[in-house]
C-alpha cells in the first residue's frame, strides 16, 4: 500500500458539505492497519491512499496529526483486473475516513463470500475510477518523460516532479495527474518484472 499527499478527490464524486462526528473506538494506527489487511485479504494491488496527511519516512500517515484541513480520503486500487476509486469524507476526522473506507471493504469482502464475486463487481459498479477508454494508450516512460530503461531512482524522482507540477491541488488536471498515476504504477509493474 502506497499513501500519497495531498488528497486527489475523484471528478465525479461531490464532496460532503456538512460532516458529522463518527463513533468509531479504534486508533488511526489500527484503521490503517486494518484498510491494508483487508485490502490485502480481498486480493487488491496497486492500492494508493490519498488524504492531505503528512506522509512520514517510513511510508506512512503520521499518526498524532489532528488538524488537518480537509478529512477527506481517496482509496485507489486495482481488483480483477479493474481501476477503482473509494473516496470518503463523511466524517469530521480524517482517521474516521480511514476506518470507514476500511469496513466498506470488508463489507464487500462479505459480499464476495456471501453471494460470489459477480455481485461483488455490481457493488463496486459505483466505484470505477474512470470511464472505459479514458488512458490514451501512450507507454508510461513517455508520460512520466523518462528513457524506457531509466532507473528506478531517477523514475520515482521524475513522478514526484510531475505530481507537484500538475497534481489538480496545484492547478493542474485531474485527467493529466491519472495519467501520471498510471503510468507511476506501470512503471513499478515493470520494474517488478524487470
Request: net charge negative; aromatic share 10%; proline share 6%.
Amino acid at each position: 500500500m502506497e499513501y500519497q499527499s495531498p488528497l486527489a478527490w475523484p471528478l465525479d464524486r461531490p464532496r460532503i458539505q456538512y460532516r458529522e462526528r463518527a463513533r468509531f473506538q479504534v486508533t488511526p494506527d489500527a484503521a490503517r492497519k486494518d484498510l491494508e489487511k483487508e485490502l490485502r485479504l480481498m486480493g487488491a494491488t496497486h492500492a494508493i491512499v490519498s488524504s492531505n496527511m503528512d506522509i512520514g519516512r517510513s511510508g506512512v500517515p503520521f499518526s498524532a496529526q489532528r488538524n488537518v484541513t480537509d478529512p477527506g480520503v481517496a482509496l485507489y486500487f486495482t481488483w480483477d483486473g479493474e481501476d477503482y476509486c473509494v473516496p470518503c469524507d463523511l466524517w469530521d476526522l480524517v482517521w474516521d475516513n480511514f476506518r470507514a473506507i476500511g469496513k466498506h471493504v470488508e463489507a464487500i469482502r462479505g459480499i464476495s463470500r456471501w453471494t460470489g464475486a459477480e455481485a461483488v463487481k455490481q457493488a463496486f459498479a459505483g466505484f470505477a475510477a474512470l470511464p472505459e477508454g479514458a488512458t490514451s494508450g501512450v507507454p508510461w516512460w513517455e508520460v512520466l518523460g523518462v528513457e524506457s530503461g531509466a532507473s528506478a531512482k531517477d523514475i520515482h524522482r521524475r513522478y514526484l516532479a510531475l505530481v507537484k507540477e500538475h497534481h489538480p491541488d496545484s492547478g493542474g488536471s485531474p485527467e493529466k495527474m491519472y495519467a501520471i498515476n498510471q503510468a507511476w504504477r506501470q512503471a513499478q509493474d515493470a520494474r517488478a518484472l524487470s
